[in-house]
Each structure stands twice: as structure tokens, then as C-alpha cells.
């Protein structure tokens, strides 16, 4: 059995990468996201290289 949990209060949903102070609502689930910018204190965008193939 799976119970949906619509009453957001007391959750935190982030979206990685967004833009500073930015937030929407997701249409299709409901869920509010914010930008992750204000829970971490370090770190930032890096590009990450695609894995070298084995030969």
C-alpha cells in the first residue's frame, strides 16, 4: 500500500542548480522546489568528463 503525502509542511524539496532564490511548482506533482544555493557552504558548478572507454 503507498500513502501520498500532500500536505508539504515541514518538507524541503531542492532542485540542484537552479538559480539563487528561485522556486516553482512542479505541474504535474504539485511539489514546490527551491534552489539548493541557500543549504550548502561550499562548492559550486563543475564540469564533469565523460568516462574513457575501455579498450
Not at 503525502?5 to 518538507?11: C, I, K, N
Request: glycine residues 12%; contains cysteine.
Amino acid at each position: 500500500m503507498v500513502h501520498a503525502q500532500f500536505d508539504q509542511s515541514g518538507f524541503i524539496s531542492i532542485d540542484c542548480g537552479i538559480t539563487s532564490g528561485s522556486e516553482y511548482t512542479d505541474n504535474k506533482t504539485g511539489i514546490n522546489y527551491v534552489s539548493d544555493a541557500g543549504f550548502k557552504d561550499r562548492g559550486g558548478p563543475r564540469k564533469i568528463l565523460p568516462r574513457p572507454e575501455n579498450k
